[in-house]
């Protein structure tokens, strides 16, 4: 069993916080949590599992908070919840069977094309716009697919969520970042499940995280319901972009392997 001391725990409970703090505005909280527990020792597998267990106190937290203040309606949302929730299992047990080295690869450049769309899209606002797609078909369709890669892989599904909202439901971007949450607690069960099952989560360092990713997603929300886009626009940019660096930085990245660099 991992014996870890009071300040690596420490550690990882502010980390919780600042990862919970970003991701209830704009997403990317695992650029945070997924390298901190790397440094603090915990195996790669039991990572991906931890993870999963303190993200679900972060999105409930955030989407208590938007509920809350009538951003979104949480029993109208279950349906999509669920379809994530699917989606996310059948990813992660993908993940078992199957490397995702080429969805790591292209990954930083699709990271960086919802940055520079949020970045120079001029008319994108709180305000709702008409729709591409109906709620059904986008339950069907986008929800799903988020939530498989979520499972599959994970960083970056909250921006994906939150480029789906705006561009195909017609949502302005305050409210799709209310929405994105509650889809983001659906994916997280369904993969949290799956890695339970396989006996691969740190219940005492995920629930200590836990606290500390609600707690930072109360205050992250909080801001964000009073800022709207002006907040979440820019923060969002600097995630993806931050995400897609951190990705191409590590040197055991695909794309830097298979380029000899």
Not at 35 to 40: D, E, G, H, S, V
Not at 162 to 186: D, E, I, P, Q, R
Request: include cysteine.
């Amino acid at each position: 069993m991992l014996d870890l001391s009071f300040q690596i725990l420490a550690f990882l409970f502010l980390a919780a916080f600042v990862a919970g703090f970003i991701d209830s505005i704009a997403g990317g909280g695992g650029l945070i949590t997924v390298p901190a527990m790397l440094i603090a020792g915990l195996p790669p597998l039991e990572t991906l599992g931890t993870n999963k267990l303190q993200s679900l106190f972060g999105s409930a937290s955030a989407s208590i908070a938007y509920a809350r203040r009538g951003h979104v309606k949480l029993s109208k949302q279950v349906p999509m919840a669920l379809m994530s929730a699917l989606g996310a299992a059948g990813g992660a047990i993908l993940a078992t069977i199957i490397p995702a080295d080429t969805l790591e690869a292209i990954l930083p450049f699709l990271l960086v094309a919802i940055a520079l769309y949020f970045a120079v899209k001029p008319n994108l606002h709180d305000e709702d716009r008409h729709r591409r797609i109906t709620p059904f078909l986008f339950g069907l369709t986008f929800v799903p697919a988020v939530g498989f890669y979520d499972g599959l892989f994970g960083p970056g599904a909250g921006s994906f969520f939150m480029l789906s909202f705006v561009t195909m439901a017609g949502f302005g971007v305050l409210k799709a970042t209310a929405h994105t949450k509650f889809l983001n607690f659906g994916s997280n069960i369904g993969a949290f499940t799956v890695f339970v099952l396989n006996g691969v989560v740190l219940w005492k360092v995920g629930i200590v995280m836990g606290f500390g990713q609600f707690l930072g997603a109360q205050a992250g929300s909080r801001l964000a319901m009073r800022s709207g886009a002006k907040i979440i626009k820019p923060l969002l940019v600097i995630t993806c972009v931050a995400l897609a660096l951190k990705l191409l930085s590590d040197p055991a990245h695909p794309l830097r392997i298979w380029l000899g660099f």
